[in-house]
């Protein structure tokens, strides 16, 4: 049916997605997160953002941060300008 060396495969396999997921969510997302509060600093105090694209994008990755009361703040403020 299944030889050792298939299962072995599946299995390095499915580490392996496991790891860029992992990766992807303790690494990248906090990244983004700091990328959009940068951002959205500027934007607040500018009082305007230089393209509609960027303010959407900066507006969704404040509002989707958790446990981060300053992207939290700073969303209240992009909300209000919006």
């Known amino acids: 049916m299944f030889t050792i060396h298939y299962l072995l495969f599946c299995i390095c396999l499915l580490l392996f997605l496991g790891a ?6 303790f690494i990248i997302k906090p990244f983004q997160t700091h ?4 951002k959205a600093r ?3 105090a500018e009082g305007k953002a230089r393209n509609d694209w960027q303010f959407r994008n900066v507006y969704r990755m404040c509002a989707t941060a958790r446990n981060d009361l300053e992207a939290a703040r700073l969303w209240q403020q992009l909300d209000e300008m919006r």
């Open 42 to 44: 500027k934007i607040v």
């Open 35 to 38: 990328w959009a509060i940068v």
């Open 20 to 25: 860029v997921i992992a990766f992807s969510h």
